[in-house]
């Protein structure tokens, strides 16, 4: 399971992935307004940033995307097996939004269709960002 790559297991540990070049000012510019950000770096298919606010005190997961990025099958994965906020951004306007309104980050029936896509596409292995979000019907 991909959520379960990050229990301390030590096993198949990959290199982190290329940052895109979006989360520098997405980072600054959260931080400038107040809101903590914690740059993951773990890899894995793990999302780019754990934020909160001050003012709306819960612990969001970003995956920062270029908009014409790619989401890879792992990260999917772990979008459709995550229980907490968890959101795709390409912007500060989309990052602010899913720290601040933690209600707007993938929903239940959204992960859900992520899995289902996952099981209906089992050997395709990335989407692009506009393809991500006609999966989930935005």
Do not use: Y
């Not at 980072?27 to 940033?49: A, C, E, H, S």
């Not at 908009?67 to 229980?83: C, H, N, T, W, Y």
């Amino acid at each position: 399971s991909p959520v379960a790559k990050f229990g301390g297991s030590g096993g198949d540990v990959r290199h982190a992935k290329r940052t895109d070049s979006t989360q520098a000012p997405i980072v600054k510019d959260l931080r400038d307004i107040g809101f903590q950000v914690v740059i993951t770096n773990f890899g894995q298919d793990f999302p780019d940033l754990l934020c909160a606010s001050p003012f709306f005190p819960a612990w969001v997961l970003l995956e920062v995307k270029l908009p014409d990025g790619k989401i890879d099958r792992g990260q999917l994965e772990f979008f459709a097996e995550s229980v907490g906020p968890v959101m795709v951004v390409t912007d500060f306007e989309g990052a602010r939004k899913a720290i601040e309104s933690p209600e707007t980050c993938l929903s239940r029936a959204e992960k859900s269709r992520i899995a289902a896509w996952l099981v209906l596409n089992p050997t395709q292995a990335t989407v692009t960002v506009n393809q991500f979000w006609k999966m989930v019907g935005r």
